[in-house]
Every structure is written in C-alpha cells, then in structure tokens.
C-alpha cells in the first residue's frame, strides 16, 4: 500500500503522484509496533500446541502468516519513505499482493469452513484433515504469490485502470462468497435441527452462533476495509482523479481491521477474558 509509488494519469495526460504524509507514517507504525508482536504470539501460540491444536486452527495460522507481510509491507514503507531506496519499493510493492488477495483469501477460507461446520457437517468431518487444509492453503498461496507478482510489475505501469480491475473484480469475487456463507448460516440458526422438537439444543446452537458471528465479523470487517478503497477505484475510473482523503480513510480502516482475527482468536483461547463471548 506503497501511494508514493503509484502515479495516477488524468485525461489530460497530467501526471501526479500522492506521497505519503507523516500521519500515514504513524498508521504504518502502528501496524508494525504492534501488529508483529500480535501475528507472532499468535502463530506461537498456535504452533505450540496452546491452543486449539494447529489442524483446528491451519487456516488462522496462514492468516496471521500473511498479516506479518503485510507489518513487513509497513515496514518497508517506512524506510522508503525516508531513504528513497528504489529497490525497497520494489519489494513494498511485492508485498502488496498479500493486501490485495492474501488476506481476503484466507478469510473466505475461515468462512466457508465455519460454513461448512453449520450447514454441511459430514462434508466438514469428510475434509477437516489437516492434508485437504493444507491443500487449500497450497493453492491459496500460489494465487497469491500470483498476486504479488502481478502488484510488482504493474502497480506503476501508467495505465493504473488495469490495476483497479483487478483489486475490484477479487473483493467483489471474496466478499460475495462470505455473504453467501453469512446467509446461509444465518437461516440454518433459524431452522431447528433434527429431533428438536421444540427443545433447543444448546450446544448445537453455540457452535451455530459461533460461527455466525465470526463470518458476520469477518465480512464486516472486510466491508470496512476494502469500501473506502472500493469507492476511489470506481471514481478514480470515472473521472481519472484520485480522492486522498478516501484512501487515507481505507489505510487506516485496513491496518485497524488487521487486529480483528487475532484478538478474535485469543478471546476464543481465553487469553482475552474481558471481551464479550463469541
């Protein structure tokens, strides 16, 4: 999310790029001051055999993964920012690509297993191995290592039209898939299960709430994200003119939204006592 290193051209072949502003530099600061230590502990966590155990929890381990990434990304900003080292920018841009598709992706895959939990358990008993997990992740990083390449070599072609098609065609892609599994898990909460008869199933209905709750959270999340971005891509194309302010709202929406899934997953670990249980 490297703005200085993207040049935007008007119809009137005018071209002028945004550079960061120091209150960029402070968000960039934040998510590495504390969004390193926060991945850390939690891959630490996970790895460990604290928690949940890791084939329970692959798909959050991959997650916090690609947010220790994108705290790279941040970083390298940073250092960019005051030292003008083109090559920095070069693996900034890189890094870009676990913004752009890394973290969606990965969350889509926490929402179609809670999906699957709810709606479909014996296909979720069937796949919850820890091979077909890693399988997923295989191809999710391949997809976006993909990415990567493709924000390196192309975040300061000229034509930036090309670049704003592609951000928006995968959160439309991403966001419809978590909206799907949100409804759909939504309507199974209202259903009573087999055998009820009137009586609720408390159990039952938890592991439902549970996960209803962390796909509403996490497509929240996402809208929260990515709309602001969502919004200046589409002006942008329209009109050729880049709205600062949008974007700096959506920079510091996106490196706040990088804390959701973490604390998320501590307060389900009971590191988090004082939060509202989910």
Known sequence: ????????????????TYNLTHLDICVYSINVLFGLPTHSYVIWFIITG????????????????????????????????????????????????????????????????????????????????????????????????????????NTNQPDFNIYIYFYLIQFIVFFSIQLFCLVTVLR?????????????????????RRAFCLILITSVTMSVIYMPFIISGFYFILSHLFIVDIFSIGLFCFILAGFVQPVLYLHRAGKLPCLCSL
């Open 1 to 16: 999310m490297r703005k200085s290193a993207v040049n935007f051209t008007s119809e009137a072949s005018t071209n002028s």
């Open 50 to 153: 604290t928690g949940n155990g890791v084939t329970s929890e692959f798909f959050n381990l991959n997650l916090s993964l690609c947010e220790i990434g994108i705290c790279l990304n941040s970083l390298l900003t940073i250092i960019y920012f005051y030292s003008q080292f083109s090559h920095l920018a070069i693996l900034a841009d890189f890094l870009l690509g676990l913004f752009v598709t890394g973290r969606p992706l990965f969350q889509c895959l926490m929402c179609v297993e809670r999906y699957l939990a709810v709606v479909h358990p014996v296909t979720f008993l069937k796949y919850k191995p820890l091979r077909y997990k890693m399988i997923c992740c295989t191809v999710a990083w391949i997809i976006t290592l993909g990415s990567c390449l493709y924000c390196m070599f």
């Open 188 to 208: 199974a909460l209202k259903q009573s299960g087999p055998g009820e008869r009137g009586r609720v199933r408390v159990e039952e209905n938890h592991m439902k």
